[in-house]
């Protein structure tokens, strides 16, 4: 592997990290209020889809950080969605 090689695969894998990674916050804030009010839930189903799709397509290009990244982008998100609906209810 070159070094460019490497380099454009760790800009990959930063940026990977960076946008799964951003989630987190996200998430600990919802179950620390025990509310979702602010969060769109038409956005999170758009964005949730969207990440889906690219898990399929990481898993078609069989690139293992497209693979792992939206996977985990994907839980963290439906997550999120799952607290949403939950809080939203009460």
């Not at 602010?38 to 969207?50: A, D, P, Q, V």
Request: glycine share 4%; aromatic share 10%; with cysteine.
């Amino acid at each position: 592997m070159t070094l460019a090689r490497s380099a454009v695969n760790a800009i990959g894998l930063i940026a990977a990290v960076c946008t799964t990674v951003a989630f987190v916050p996200q998430l600990i804030r919802v179950w620390q209020l025990r509310s979702a009010r602010e969060i769109s839930l038409t956005m999170f189903l758009i964005f949730s889809l969207g990440t889906f799709l690219w898990l399929l397509y990481g898993i078609f290009i069989h690139s293992v950080p497209v693979t792992l990244a939206n996977a985990v982008t994907l839980a963290l998100s439906l997550a999120i969605l799952a607290l949403k609906l939950r809080f939203d209810r009460k």
